[in-house]
């Protein structure tokens, strides 16, 4: 298998920021969708590649840490379906998943903020509401009827279909349903990824497609996905620490310094500069570049990193995720990004959704208890975020007997990004205490959140259709860029879990577009010749003659 190779100048040590290393193929991003293309393109024989991961790891918003033998998923959670999954397909074909699922019953307990529980009829009886509530919601991105005059947000919807069904209730009754309704909409907006549902597109809400089979979690974590996909990644190919500043996706065509880009020897001053050349992996067309009588030196999108290393490659399949291309697309591409996929980059929506670990020295929550709601009443957003941000937190599940999860959402997770874990921690623990009228709960040993809006290499979490989105804004996100109008095969493509118009927010949608992105490139510049070899005669014409038609 043939690695990253150096320039032809000689030198090429990776340790030297100044060399440069050319090679068929760049994958920037080493996630989900960075491995699941280096995969694909192995299985079809195509090794001349090399991943640049930002990051000291792999695995990008897949991501675990072990406290003292205690594993902890950062990162994503769970498998989301079972069939036509393919994160599904991989782990049971490495036996990472149990083939039976074992259902543990789900008991929770709903609380009011004066630590009176709510009967479970009741609680029942408004999740069965919200079901269909939020059914009908999907339904108008498949029916031809619209919604009502001035409501175009899955929020709007769902409050007004909330309003009705309370009015059926005694004044003295709908408070506490409502507050079921706004624990419900607080929750949906970690399953969406936003600050609210009042962001999220009603027309659009449909347009995610769910996989069935449930959520499954993997007994060894999700993080173990990670092994079968990089196991085969030769030595050299995967890079980490390697940020990239800056994508040239035209830089060959505007004729470069030889010399500087370490490709081989300086022809700049020689006679054949500007002389024309056909450009392989292009239909038609010639274009001006600099050559030699023994080779041609096809463009190359040149790709930068901060640490000073360049590559330059036939093609890159860039994986970075949406909220730093809507942090940084403008000025990482060179020339920047075309207008209309700016625009779908600015259109569609990249929430924040963070996770609150509590580890406890001992148990403390009844045995059977699986989940602690928090029934608050809804924000009131004129508040100031750090006198709220503990509002969004709608909930605490046992992860085991010793350790809590808690999700948050919103300006109020990337609020909570910003203060001491001890804060974090006293703050969750007058939550527990006050919901479960316990003042003796005892304080975690340990509090651990995560940070991915902090993170410069995510700045967020998933992807969400916005307001005024749709899913042409994620086929325009993953439209790959091309060198010139002639080329067959693009300079530029794109790949993650918002590249993907069904599964975007999800693990399998990232792996599908990463593997999508890596077929466009296996397929042969030219189809192959077809050649009918009759035995017995190579004249075609005459063995037709031999054939009876009646």
Same mark, same amino acid.
């Given at each position: 298998m043939s690695d990253v190779k150096a320039d032809d100048t000689g030198g090429g040590d990776c340790n030297n920021p100044s060399d440069a290393h050319t090679c068929k193929i760049v994958i920037i991003g080493a996630g989900m969708a960075g491995l699941s293309a280096a995969n694909h393109l192995l299985k079809n024989n195509i090794n001349d590649f090399v991943i640049l991961e930002a990051r000291n790891r792999v695995g990008g918003r897949i991501i675990a840490i072990t406290i003292?033998?205690?594993?902890?998923?950062?990162?994503?959670?769970?498998?989301?379906?079972?069939?036509?999954?393919?994160?599904?397909?991989?782990?049971?074909?490495?036996?990472?998943?149990?083939?039976?699922?074992?259902?543990?019953?789900?008991?929770?307990?709903?609380?009011?903020?004066?630590?009176?529980?709510?009967?479970?009829?009741?609680?029942?009886? !408004? %999740?069965?509401?919200? +079901?269909?509530?939020?059914? *009908?919601?999907?339904?108008?991105?498949?029916?031809? &009827? $619209?919604?009502?005059?001035?409501?175009?947000?899955?929020?709007?919807?769902?409050?007004?279909?909330?309003? !009705? %069904?309370?009015?059926? +209730?005694?004044?003295?009754? *709908?408070?506490?349903?409502?507050?079921?309704?706004? &624990? $419900?909409?607080?929750?949906?907006?970690?399953?969406?990824?936003?600050?609210?549902?009042?962001?999220?597109?009603?027309?659009?809400?449909?347009?995610?497609?769910?996989?069935?089979?449930?959520?499954?979690?993997?007994?060894?974590?999700?993080?173990?996905?990670?092994?079968?996909?990089?196991?085969?990644?030769?030595?050299?190919?995967?890079?980490?620490?390697?940020p990239v500043m800056s994508i040239r996706w035209r830089a060959g065509l505007e004729g470069f310094n030889t010399t500087d880009s370490g490709l081989g020897e300086d022809l700049t001053n020689k006679s054949l500069v500007n002389s024309e050349v056909h450009l392989p992996g292009c239909r038609s067309g010639h274009a001006s570049v600099v050559t030699s009588p023994s080779r041609k030196i096809r463009p190359k999108v040149e790709v930068i990193c901060k640490n000073g290393k360049k590559f330059y490659a036939d093609h890159v399949i860039c994986t970075i995720p949406l909220g730093v291309l809507k942090e940084s697309g403008k000025t990482l591409f060179d020339p920047p990004l075309p207008d209309y996929k700016l625009d779908s980059i600015n259109r569609l929506c990249f929430g924040v959704v963070d996770k609150i670990y509590l580890e406890y020295e001992r148990p403390f929550l009844n045995p059977g208890l699986s989940e602690v709601l928090c029934l608050w009443d809804p924000i009131d957003h004129k508040e100031p975020v750090s006198e709220r941000w503990f509002k969004?937190?709608?909930?605490?599940?046992?992860?085991?007997?010793?350790?809590?999860?808690?999700?948050?959402?919103?300006?109020?997770?990337?609020?909570?990004?910003?203060?001491?874990?001890?804060?974090?921690?006293?703050?969750?623990?007058?939550?527990?205490?006050?919901?479960?009228?316990?003042?003796?709960?005892?304080?975690?040993?340990?509090?651990?959140?995560?940070?991915?809006?902090?993170?410069?290499?995510?700045?967020?979490?998933?992807?969400?259709v916005g307001v005024g989105a749709s899913q042409v804004d994620i086929t325009n996100v993953s439209h790959p860029l091309y060198m010139q109008p002639t080329c067959s095969k693009p300079a530029v493509l794109f790949a993650g879990e918002h590249c993907h118009p069904s599964f975007y927010s999800t693990v399998h949608g990232a792996y599908l577009s990463g593997r999508d992105a890596a077929q466009v490139l296996c397929v042969p510049d030219t189809p192959p010749e077809v050649v009918l070899d009759v035995e017995g005669t190579a004249d075609l014409s005459s063995w037709l003659e031999g054939i009876s038609l009646t």
């Open positions: 003292d033998g205690r594993r902890m998923e950062l990162g994503a959670n769970w498998i989301h379906g079972i069939l036509g999954n393919p994160i599904y397909e991989l782990a049971s074909s490495h036996g990472l998943v149990n083939i039976i699922q074992e259902n543990k019953p789900h008991n929770v307990v709903a609380t009011l903020p004066d630590g009176k529980r709510v009967p479970f009829q009741i609680l029942e009886e !408004i %999740y069965d509401a919200y +079901f269909w509530f939020f059914k *009908r919601c999907e339904e108008y991105f498949l029916c031809k &009827y $619209l919604p009502p005059d001035g409501v175009e947000s899955v929020g709007a919807h769902l409050k007004l279909e909330i309003s !009705i %069904y309370l009015e059926q +209730f005694p004044e003295h009754e *709908r408070h506490i349903r409502n507050l079921i309704f706004n &624990y $419900l909409l607080t929750r949906e907006t970690c399953i969406s990824g936003c600050d609210s549902m009042d962001e999220i597109d009603l027309m659009e809400i449909g347009s995610y497609t769910e996989l069935p089979g449930g959520n499954i979690i993997l007994p060894g974590g999700y993080s173990s996905i990670l092994g079968p996909l990089t196991k085969d990644i030769p030595d050299g190919h995967l890079l980490k620490g390697h969004k937190i709608y909930s605490f599940t046992k992860v085991t007997e010793t350790l809590l999860l808690a999700w948050i959402s919103g300006d109020e997770a990337k609020y909570m990004e910003t203060l001491p874990f001890d804060v974090v921690s006293e703050k969750c623990t007058e939550i527990l205490r006050q919901f479960l009228n316990d003042p003796f709960i005892p304080k975690p040993k340990r509090c651990i959140n995560t940070t991915w809006w902090s993170q410069p290499f995510t700045r967020g979490s998933y992807t969400a």
